[in-house]
T-cell receptor, first 113, second 113 residues
Framework: DAGITQSPRHKVTETGTPVTLRCHQTENHRYMYWYRQDPGHGLRLIHYSYGVKDTDKGEVSDGYSVSRSKTEDFLLTLESATSSQTSVYFC????????????FGPGTRLTVL | DAKTTQPPSMDCAEGRAANLPCNHSTISGNEYVYWYRQIHSQGPQYIIHGLKNNETNEMASLIITEDRKSSTLILPHATLRDTAVYYCIVRPVSNFGNEKLTFGTGTRLTIIP
């Protein structure tokens, strides 16, 4: 497996609280992605990054923000968590050049009560 | 838009070859065929990809028809650890990192002891 870790692996929180998920890579890959996976929807792209401090929105970005202050870390923040954000969140990375294979982290299971 | 069609489920006896089909009749000339799998609760795992030639790696073989409208993933000697959901994905060759992977519903492969 590619050197990708996600933290925390499990989190339970309450509606309205802020939550930050962390993706850490040791592969020095340029591109990083955040997906969410829900039953009946497959994986959907939330945000992605194409370099330090360079990010852009995916197809389901509302309610989420991201930051990338260094190559190895990509943070996903839910400013005010809602029950609809209960999901499994996966981080992925890909190589120096776009079009390379994406490799996924182990996932974070988030429950918003 | 569904770009790939896969059977929802398949069984295979342990030790036998597992052949997973995928239809991608609308594939464009600049699109790769990728295969991932997801073992329960884990992150998607990259298996193999190809453009038009058959490919083989340590995990599997990928056979792409000459017209590129379908492909078959072959696991040569299936083990119980190969039980997973297998996803066939088409994605464009790109020099940008913003292409999302569109996971459909995949094929749930069950290896029978």
């Amino acid at each position: 497996d590619a050197g990708i870790t996600q933290s925390p692996r499990h989190k339970v929180t309450e509606t309205g609280t802020p939550v930050t998920l962390r993706c850490h890579q040791t592969e020095n890959h340029r591109y990083m992605y955040w997906y969410r996976q829900d039953p009946g929807h497959g994986l959907r792209l939330i945000h992605y990054s194409y370099g330090v401090k360079d990010t852009d929105k995916g197809e389901v970005s509302d309610g989420y923000s991201v930051s990338r202050s260094k190559t190895e870390d990509f943070l996903l923040t839910l400013e005010s968590a809602t029950s609809s954000q209960t999901s499994v969140y996966f981080c992925a990375i890909s190589g120096r050049q776009g079009g390379d294979t994406q490799y996924f982290g182990p996932g974070t299971r988030l429950t918003v009560l | 838009d569904a770009k790939t069609t896969q059977p929802p489920s398949m069984d295979c006896a342990e030790g036998r070859a597992a052949n997973l089909p995928c239809n991608h009749s609308t594939i464009s000339g600049n699109e790769y065929v990728y295969w991932y799998r997801q073992i329960h609760s884990q992150g998607p795992q990259y298996i193999i990809h190809g453009l038009k030639n058959n490919e083989t790696n340590e995990m599997a073989s990928l056979i792409i028809t000459e017209d590129r409208k379908s492909s078959t993933l072959i696991l040569p000697h299936a083990t119980l650890r190969d039980t997973a959901v297998y996803y066939c994905i088409v994605r464009p060759v790109s020099n940008f990192g913003n292409e999302k992977l569109t996971f459909g519903t995949g094929t749930r492969l069950t290896i029978i002891p």
